[in-house]
C-alpha cells in the first residue's frame, strides 16, 4: 500500500510516498483510510521537535476516518462500518489501524473529510473548556487563533455548551469571515485586542498560540478567570509573572490533553459519548480548510508552517 514516510529530519520537504506493507496487528482494527488530519504534530515530527519520536522511518498520521475491512473479536466493530479514529501513527497511508477503545461509529451524515478533522481538535477543547476550564453557562470566552481547526472546533464547542459570548481573535479580516461562519458573535483582530474587547471583560481564554499576545489576554479575564494554554503556534513560549494570577484572583490553567487521555483507557470514548449529540445535530461541525492527495503531504504539512491555513488541513489516500 502506499504511505507517507518520514525517513529524515529535514522537514516536511522530505517527506515522500513509498510502498510498504499493510498493517497487521490481529488486536487492532484495520481501516481502508479515506481521509487523515494533518496537525501541527506531525510538522513538528518531520523536524524531531515533537516530543514522541518514532524510530525512522515511520508513517506519521494520528487521526483517520474511513472503513472498517476488519475487527477484533468483541470490539464492537464489523467490516463496512464507517469510523473515525485516533491512529496515533501510521494514519497517513492507504490503511492504517486503531485501537478498538480508540475508534468510533461515525454517523451516516458526517462527511470523512470532517470526520478526519474532528476528534484530536474536538476532544482537546473539550478537555480544554469544559473538564479543565470548568465552562459555566453564560460565561464570555475568547478564542485566540480563531479561524484554525483548534480555533474553529473552540468556538463551536463554548457555543454548544452553554457560552454566553463567543469572540474570536484573527490576524486578517478575511480569517474573521471563518471565526463567523464557525459561530463567532464578535470578531476582532489580534492586533489591538485587548482595546476592543476590553480589560476585565471574559471569563475564559482559549489560547493555542501564544507569544506576545499572552499578557493581554491575561488582562482580558475577570475575576476568577482562566486562561487556556493549549499550545504556541506563534514559535515563542510565553511566561507570566504571578502576581497578576494573584492580585486579581485568575488563572493559567495547562491544557495537556493527549498525556491525559492516552494514559486513562476509555477517557476519549466518554468525551467522544459527550460531544456526539451536537456532532449529530451539526453544533459541532469541522471546518475543512484545505484537502491534498498523498502526493502532496509536504504542502499540506508545509501549509501549518505560516499560519496561513484555516479550518482542518486533510490529506485523502
Do not use: C
Not at 476592543?196 to 482580558?220: N, Q
Amino acid at each position: 500500500m502506499r504511505a507517507i514516510h518520514i525517513s529524515s529530519l529535514d522537514g516536511p520537504e522530505a517527506v515522500e510516498v513509498v510502498d510498504v506493507p499493510e498493517p497487521s496487528e490481529d488486536s487492532l482494527v484495520t481501516i481502508a483510510v479515506k481521509a487523515a488530519g494533518v496537525a501541527f504534530p506531525e510538522l513538528l515530527q518531520t523536524r524531531g521537535l515533537y516530543q514522541m519520536k518514532p524510530d525512522l522511518p515511520f508513517v506519521p498520521g494520528a487521526e483517520v476516518a474511513g472503513v472498517v475491512e476488519r475487527a477484533p473479536e468483541g470490539s464492537g466493530f464489523s467490516p463496512g462500518d464507517r469510523v473515525a479514529a485516533l491512529t496515533l501513527l501510521g494514519g497517513f497511508a492507504e490503511k492504517a489501524q486503531a485501537q478498538p477503545d480508540l475508534t468510533f461509529a461515525l454517523p451516516d451524515d458526517v462527511p470523512f473529510e470532517e470526520a478526519a478533522s474532528f476528534t484530536f481538535n474536538y476532544a482537546t477543547v473539550y478537555f480544554a473548556l469544559l473538564e479543565r476550564g470548568g465552562l459555566a453557562e453564560g460565561e464570555t470566552v475568547l478564542v485566540h487563533g480563531a479561524a484554525g481547526g483548534i480555533g474553529t472546533a473552540a468556538i463551536q464547542m463554548a457555543k454548544a455548551f452553554g457560552a454566553g459570548r463567543v469572540i474570536g481573535v484573527v490576524s486578517t479580516e478575511a480569517k474573521g469571515e471563518i471565526a463567523r461562519s464557525a459561530g463567532a458573535d464578535e470578531v476582532v483582530l489580534a492586533e489591538g485586542f485587548l482595546d476592543a474587547v476590553g480589560k476585565s471583560s471574559v471569563d475564559v481564554v482559549v489560547d493555542p498560540v501564544g507569544g506576545g499576545r499572552f499578557t493581554d489576554s491575561l488582562r482580558a479575564l475577570k475575576e476568577h478567570g482562566r486562561l487556556l494554554v493549549i499550545g504556541f503556534t506563534a514559535g515563542e513560549i510565553p511566561t507570566v509573572k504571578v502576581n497578576r494570577l494573584l492580585l486579581n484572583n485568575i488563572a493559567v490553567v495547562g491544557v495537556g490533553w493527549g498525556a491525559f487521555a492516552m494514559s486513562r483507557p476509555g477517557h476519549v470514548q466518554k468525551e467522544w459519548e459527550a460531544m456526539l449529540p451536537h456532532l449529530r445535530s451539526g453544533a459541532l461541525r469541522p471546518v475543512v480548510g484545505s484537502t491534498h492527495q498523498l502526493e502532496d503531504a509536504a504542502t499540506a504539512l508545509t501549509s501549518l508552517e505560516g499560519r496561513t491555513v484555516t479550518g482542518k488541513v486533510v490529506l485523502v489516500p
